[in-house]
């Protein structure tokens, strides 16, 4: 995606997000230029289903601070929930 002034900030281009939900198989995936708490999912075990996931360096935060539960992604202070459990199966490249 090329930079504009609609998708960049003072300190660069901003972070995707997505919702995964449901039962979802990888096989083959890599989370890039991904937002503190960007990638949210339904249930906290569907990291069980993926094989050969890896997570890049140009993200917001580490691989921890990446993965939410879809309905409870942000507490009442407006920290990201994190999710160790989900993050068994990544690879840090």
Same mark, same amino acid.
Request: hydrophobic residues 40%; without cysteine.
């Given at each position: 995606?090329?930079?504009?002034?609609?998708?960049?900030?003072?300190?660069?281009?901003? *972070?995707? &997000?997505?919702?995964?939900?449901?039962?979802?198989?990888? $096989? &083959?995936?890599?989370?890039?230029?991904?937002?503190?708490?960007? @990638?949210?999912?339904? #249930?906290?075990?569907? &990291?069980?289903?993926?094989? #050969?996931?890896? @997570?890049?360096?140009?993200?917001?935060?580490?691989?921890?601070?990446?993965?939410?539960?879809?309905?409870?992604?942000?507490?009442? #202070? &407006?920290?990201?929930?994190? $999710?160790?459990?989900? $993050?068994? #199966?990544?690879? *840090?490249?």
């Amino acid at each position: 995606m090329a930079k504009t002034p609609d998708s960049a900030s003072a300190s660069g281009p901003r *972070k995707v &997000g997505m919702r995964l939900l449901g039962k979802l198989e990888f $096989n &083959g995936l890599f989370f890039e230029e991904v937002a503190l708490g960007g @990638i949210q999912v339904g #249930n906290p075990t569907v &990291g069980d289903f993926w094989k #050969n996931v890896a @997570i890049g360096r140009n993200n917001e935060g580490e691989p921890d601070k990446l993965f939410a539960v879809a309905d409870k992604a942000v507490n009442a #202070n &407006g920290e990201v929930l994190s $999710n160790p459990q989900l $993050n068994k #199966n990544l690879k *840090k490249h």
